[in-house]
């Protein structure tokens, strides 16, 4: 049972918006969470009959202070959870408030593996902003994935067959956490689904694929020749100096002739070994491109910066003034 949950939980709403949303929603056998933008849904192993919504948190506070074996028994309006010597009675929401969620309609296709190391190569440039939802995703379409978080734009090639599809970044991180490759997927004019073994199931509404066509020209104009690049010292860099950021609202990072540094203050601190053009860049910009790519040309700094890594990944980083 706690498989199932487990599996599921991750679209359970951890915020009381809506209330029935941070609920299990057990119907048929099954179980599904939904947070109002992604739906998992799963088997479970209960009682015939058994439909109830469930306080997703509580439930399972109680079945891990379970020992041995587990009755649930419905009463009511209530849950009561026992097993030895715990007891749990859970309040239980009304059944029928719960927006449960169907699959996509459309057929099912087999899914291209690859795209579980495109998603977790590209997840660190999405930018999670529910006022630009093209850039909230990773957008598939022309034989390639694209991604930007407004600092950094980065793509890879990518052979995935459709009119095009952009991931939201909750279904992006789902994927990433259940670890599973899925077998299958399908899509309709709504959502894509992702099907697991063991008849699973994730569902999400897709964002637009329409892209400011300016983007395409930055990945456009990149050129096949850049300076080599040290990702590791780059990152080992950041790692000794960060906690010395003089403002830890803003972590800056200096690149120039001495190495890497923080902005200078009462606190600060730097790391030489290595020469670079002059540039500021966001930590987490920085730190995410350096995990990607081999070769940069930060002399182009104030423009954006070009850079390419091993598989075909390329992109720019834009700096801060």
């Excluded at 991750?10 to 933008?37: C, I, M, S």
């Excluded at 009561?80 to 749990?88: C, H, R």
């Excluded at 899914?111 to 850039?135: C, G, K, S, T």
């Excluded at 939201?168 to 073994?197: C, G, M, N, S």
Aim: with cysteine; net charge negative.
């Amino acid at each position: 049972m706690l498989d199932a949950l487990n599996f599921v939980r991750g679209a359970v709403a951890t915020k009381e918006l809506t209330p029935v949303l941070t609920h299990f929603h057990v119907y048929d056998g099954r179980v599904q969470g939904y947070n109002g933008r992604i739906a998992i849904d799963a088997p479970l192993n209960t009682p015939k009959q058994m439909d109830l919504t469930v306080p997703a948190e509580k439930l399972l506070r109680a079945l891990n202070c379970c020992r041995g074996e587990v009755t649930l028994t419905q009463k009511g309006t209530d849950l009561l959870v026992k097993s030895d010597n715990f007891t749990a009675m859970l309040a239980l929401a009304k059944h029928a408030d719960f927006p449960k969620t169907e699959p996509a309609k459309g057929k099912r296709q087999d899914f291209p593996q690859h795209i579980m190391d495109v998603i977790r190569i590209l997840r660190p440039f999405i930018m999670e902003n529910a006022l630009y939802p093209w850039a909230s995703g990773i957008l598939f379409r022309d034989g390639a994935a694209f991604a930007t978080n407004n600092a950094v734009l980065a793509s890879m090639p990518c052979a995935w067959a459709g009119a095009g599809y952009n991931l939201p970044f909750q279904v992006i991180d789902e994927l990433l956490r259940i670890a599973h490759i899925p077998t299958h997927f399908a899509v309709d004019k709504q959502q894509i689904t992702f099907f697991y073994d063991g008849d699973r199931w994730v569902t999400v509404g897709m964002y637009t694929i329409k892209w400011p066509e300016e983007l395409r020209s930055y990945l456009n104009s990149i050129p096949a020749q850049l300076p080599e690049f040290d990702g590791q010292f780059i990152r080992d860099a950041i790692e000794q100096i960060a906690p010395f950021c003089p403002d830890e609202k803003h972590d800056i990072i200096c690149l120039g002739a001495d190495g890497v540094k923080t902005l200078e203050g009462r606190t600060y601190a730097s790391v030489s070994g290595t020469t670079f053009a002059d540039g500021k860049f966001n930590k987490q910009s920085l730190l995410a491109v350096a995990g990607v790519a081999d070769h940069i040309d930060f002399s182009k700094y104030p423009e954006a910066c070009p850079f390419r890594g091993p598989d075909g990944i390329l992109g720019v980083i834009s700096g801060v003034e």
